[in-house]
């Protein structure tokens, strides 16, 4: 018997398989009988009704039959020889019969409409004979295969229930239905599908019991969650494995049919998030319709969803922009069922860069933003604030400000339920977030808003997505808390209701999307377990910290209005600037950087005096971290605020340490530094001293402070600094005539050293006093010595732009006993006494302590600089074709400039204009200051090297904060100005 159903099996699969083409082929033999026949019945006969003519007519008519019929779902959809299929029959039937009159007429048959009429009744007389045969025999095979099937109970009476009641019962396979159920009286009784309806759930263990069912199925489509939990946890009290069909969008959106291979296995989002909402997302996203779209987070689950939903609202084009390519490629996948990574619509960049974001919105200047990307794990954001304020706030920052900028209609950011009254990282971020983006809103018309809502079904790094790899490793599940709970919805809900939010919502609010009730976390455990059939514990963790037992999605005093539609809240939203949070960025303590975030979202500005943040790429702009701005405020909770203290002290301590030097004193600028080498020297007025021309003015300044004439000697094109070769003949020249100088001033232009190991012996020799300004060359390394370390005297500087900074100021180096005078100098030369007394002339020249902490910071962090300024320069000497500043004796520059020399030809002045009008700084090289009007008539040793740099040389930004994306921005429009120009020039 065994055997004999298995063989029933196979041949009725078999049938069930070509059922649709079979029953297809004998409608079309049954025309051709009929035709071939019905002339001779009826007594039409005549010469021209041949049996070929009979033959065209009768397949004429069944074709066209056969193809109505598939068109009105003859072959598919209705059940064969059911009721409602056989009335289907009719109309195919009644275009075969017109077209065999038709075709009958054309050929000269006699009598073709009577012909016409009785074809039409003896064909939809065989085929439905036919019909009820085929079911009747199938009917008669599938009684014996009715125990193969495993017995089911269906839940629901509806349409779900008898559609797929139907399909069961012509499906024979995996299940046999044994019972229906349903809650609604009015059905009880009621057979489908040869089922009656035995009642509600009340009788389902007594019908388990009956039938030894092994099977509920939930088949309601348009079930809640609620219900789903409800049945679920009843059908599996009684040991059933519990099942459902599609939800009703689905099932509508493959034309209402229902089938087994429909039937699936009960999910979480079946359990939590299947709230159907009336939403005619055509209606509600027309706003997007022909619009340019950018998506950032595009490969994450909101913004993928986005993405595909988007895609549907008819826009111009959607814009994916991700910093994970793997995520792209997944989401291209996903949307073309290819994934070759070869569409201008996939971008992959950082919405931290602001200058790839730049580029993105100025090459495709889209009109409408979702923002979606963030960092979201609340744990790892309370272990690195940092990061989670770079991108959830900084890079907000920067999409605001391209979008505004730009001219972007509507900005939709995604927010979370973490926001309202938050309480971690992750909820402060995005509550600041929140707050740009309506400080963004000041335009009417535009529409810059946010979107709140809690968690989502299936979201990658979800709670469940952490459980479902659980399991999968027979681990116990892991739940911070037995009595936590959170609100959930479906991705396709939510992505939904944010289309809708950017319709609905007013500019400068937040929508808060109606999410129903919260779930408790350790009920979805146990469902999960259930569900996987394994026998795992649920571990209890405890809370994790800014974590809350209960997520509110509005704050307990934020105002909301419930929107007319009932799917969402408005809320006000308080704003900020990010001139008032962009400090935040410097934090480098952690515990102080969470207290800092905490007060922003609480809407209490951090800087009471707003700055402007610059949209320019700078020279060399500062380099700073949160590590300058915790020694600063160390500083100044130490009480120290003066040019003395514990700062000062260690910040001269590092430089004596990195230098290698006897002795450092910091001072309150470079020049300062400068004046006091050459005031210890006893430089004043009648005096001369050599100074190198080309260098910035500071240097030549100097020593017309002292009184003293300075000479300007040129640079040779080995170092690119002051010429040795020149030099010895200038002081032979001298010393010939009795008026050597009083000092040598060498400066290490933009980080490169000059030939010290010619230089110093040279001064030496004639008792000549060698002052190095290295105050652009900190960090370089010449003749086995660090720049600063090779002269009498060393000068730095901490200006704002320099290779580190302290906001201002410099330092002095030299031996102990030179430093300690200089030191006294410094401090207004006054004397170690009880009361102030003055025996030498002194000066105000004493750094602050507040700004030495900060150098403090600088200094452990200038190796990391010099090594990205490098890459920077090695970056630039790759790509762009030009002559580079000598490098000479310098054994490492720390590349604080870049400096191009052009081409013949190229005007510096164009290829700087051609950068600044792309926001990027660009200079000249440094005039030489024989060139200076204030030193007309100075005598100057050569000039033709320091002149050639000036005429042909331009200084490139070369900040170690420089993102790789301007670096080489900068790169093309430097090479595109000299390709353009030299074409031109040719032209």
């Not at 009577?114 to 007389?125: E, H, K, M, P």
């Not at 995604?414 to 990282?425: E, F, G, I, Q, R």
């Not at 790899?469 to 959170?486: G, N, S």
């Not at 086995?784 to 302290?806: E, M, P």
Request: proline share 4%; aromatic share 6%.
């Amino acid at each position: 018997m065994h055997n004999l159903v298995n063989r029933l099996d196979s041949e009725m699969g078999w049938v069930r398989g070509h059922r649709d083409g079979l029953v297809a082929l004998l409608d079309l033999l049954v025309w051709i009988v009929v035709v071939l026949i019905l002339p001779t019945a009826l007594g039409l006969e005549a010469g021209s009704e041949s049996i070929a003519g009979r033959l065209v007519v009768g397949l004429a008519a069944g074709c066209v039959s056969v193809l109505v019929g598939r068109r009105v779902g003859l072959y598919s959809i209705w059940a064969l020889g059911s009721p409602t299929g056989t009335l289907r029959l009719t109309v195919p039937v009644l275009a075969g019969a017109l077209v065999a009159g038709l075709v009958a007429t054309a050929l000269g048959f006699g009598r073709a409409i009577l012909l016409c009429v009785c074809s039409a009744l003896v064909a939809f007389a065989a085929q439905t004979i036919a019909r009820v045969a085929w079911r009747a025999h199938r009917d008669k095979m599938n009684s014996l295969l009715r125990a193969k099937g495993e017995p089911m109970i269906i839940f629901g009476a509806g349409f779900g229930g008898a559609h797929i009641a139907e399909a069961l019962s012509q499906e024979i396979g995996r299940y046999r239905v044994v019972a229906m159920l349903d809650d609604a009286e009015r059905v009880h009784g009621r057979k489908i599908g040869g089922i009656a309806v035995a009642g509600g759930r009340e009788k389902l263990g007594a019908l388990v019991e009956e039938h030894s069912a092994k099977h509920l199925l939930i088949a309601i489509p348009s079930a809640r969650s609620g219900l789903i939990r409800e049945l679920t946890d009843l059908g599996r009290s009684f040991g059933l494995h519990v099942s459902v069909l599609p939800t009703m969008t689905e099932v509508m959106s493959r034309g209402g049919v229902v089938s087994a291979s429909d039937i699936r296995d009960v999910t979480p989002a079946d359990l939590l998030g299947r709230k159907q909402v009336d939403l005619d997302l055509h209606q509600c996203g027309r706003y997007v319709a022909g619009k340019t779209i950018l998506v950032t987070g595009a490969g994450g689950s909101i913004g993928s969803e986005l993405c595909r939903q988007l895609a549907r609202l008819d826009p111009r084009k959607v814009l994916m922009l991700d910093r994970d390519e793997s995520a792209l490629h997944a989401l291209q996948l996903s949307m073309e069922g290819r994934a070759l990574l070869d569409d201008d619509s996939l971008i992959v960049a950082d919405i931290r860069d602001r200058d790839r974001m730049a580029a993105v919105f100025g090459t495709w200047h889209p009109e409408i933003v979702f923002h979606t990307a963030a960092l979201k794990h609340l744990t790892l954001l309370e272990a690195a604030p940092g990061e989670g304020f770079k991108t959830n706030v900084g890079g907000t920052h920067n999409l605001l400000e391209e979008a505004s900028a730009h001219e972007a209609m509507r900005f939709i950011n995604v927010s979370t339920d973490k926001a309202a009254d938050a309480s971690s990282v992750l909820g402060f971020t995005k509550r600041l977030a929140e707050r740009l983006t309506a400080n963004k809103s000041q335009n009417p018309d535009r529409q810059y808003l946010s979107v709140r809502f809690g968690n989502v079904l299936g979201s990658r790094g979800s709670v469940l997505d952490a459980f479902a790899k659980q399991i999968e490793m027979d681990e116990p599940l892991t739940v911070t808390h037995p009595e936590i709970e959170r609100y959930f919805m479906t991705v396709e809900e939510a992505v939904g209701l944010v289309i809708a939010a950017g319709d609905i919502g007013r500019t400068g609010e937040v929508m808060i999307l109606e999410m129903g009730k919260p779930v408790k976390i350790v009920d979805v455990a146990r469902q999960m377990i259930e569900s996987s059939g394994k026998n795992l514990d649920i571990e209890i963790t405890g809370l994790r910290p800014g974590e809350k037992m209960t997520e509110r999605l509005t704050g307990v005093e934020e105002p909301v209005v419930l929107n007319e539609t009932g799917l969402m809240w408005h809320a006000t939203c308080p704003p900020v600037g990010w001139s008032d949070i962009c400090d935040l960025a410097l934090i480098a303590d952690d515990d102080l950087l969470r207290a800092e975030l905490r007060d922003a979202a609480e809407y209490k500005p951090i800087r009471p005096t707003p700055i402007t943040s610059p949209v320019r790429t700078f020279l060399s702009p500062p380099d700073m971290t949160g590590a300058e701005r915790s020694s600063l405020l160390d500083a100044f909770d130490s009480g120290w605020i003066a040019p003395t203290g514990p700062s000062v002290v260690e910040f001269e301590r590092h430089l004596v340490d990195y230098l290698d030097v006897p002795a450092a004193l910091v001072l309150s600028s470079g020049s300062a530094g400068l004046h006091l080498a050459l005031h210890l020297h006893g430089i004043g007025p009648g005096d001369e001293v050599v100074v190198q021309t080309a260098t910035f003015a500071a240097s030549a300044f100097a020593v017309l402070q002292t009184g003293a004439t300075p000479i300007f000697c040129d640079s040779d094109a080995r170092t690119g600094n002051l010429d040795p070769v020149l030099l010895a003949e200038f002081l032979s020249s001298r010393e010939r005539m009795g008026r050597l100088p009083a000092a040598v001033v060498t400066v290490d232009l933009y980080g490169f050293c000059a030939d010290y190991d010619t230089i110093k012996p040279l001064c030496e020799s004639y008792g000549i006093p060698l002052i190095q300004d290295a105050a652009e060359a900190l960090g370089s390394l010449a003749c086995g010595r660090h720049a600063g370390a090779h002269g009498d005297f060393g000068v730095l500087s901490f200006n704002g732009n320099k290779i580190i900074t302290t906001g201002g100021g410099g330092a002095l180096l030299g031996d102990i006993d030179q430093i300690e005078h200089a030191r006294k100098l410094s401090t207004q030369a006054r004397e170690p006494l009880p009361h102030f007394e003055h025996v030498e002339r002194g000066f105000n020249y004493r750094m602050s302590n507040l700004l030495a902490a900060v150098g403090v910071a600088q200094m452990g962090r200038l190796e990391s600089i010099i090594e990205r300024r490098s890459e920077i320069s090695a970056f630039y000497r790759s790509e762009i074709e030009v002559s580079w500043f000598p490098t000479g004796v310098t054994d490492r520059p720390n590349s604080w400039l870049n400096v191009a020399e052009l081409p013949d030809g190229i005007a510096p002045e164009l290829v700087c204009d051609a950068l600044n009008a792309h926001g990027i700084e660009a200079r000249r090289a440094w005039k030489p200051m024989h060139q200076q009007p204030v030193f007309a008539g100075a005598e100057q040793i050569g000039g033709r090297c320091s002149d050639r740099l000036f005429e042909r040389g331009i200084c490139l930004p070369s900040g170690a904060t420089l993102s790789d994306a301007t670096v080489e921005r900068i790169a093309a429009v430097v090479n595109d100005t000299i390709t353009v120009t030299s074409t031109l020039a040719v032209s």
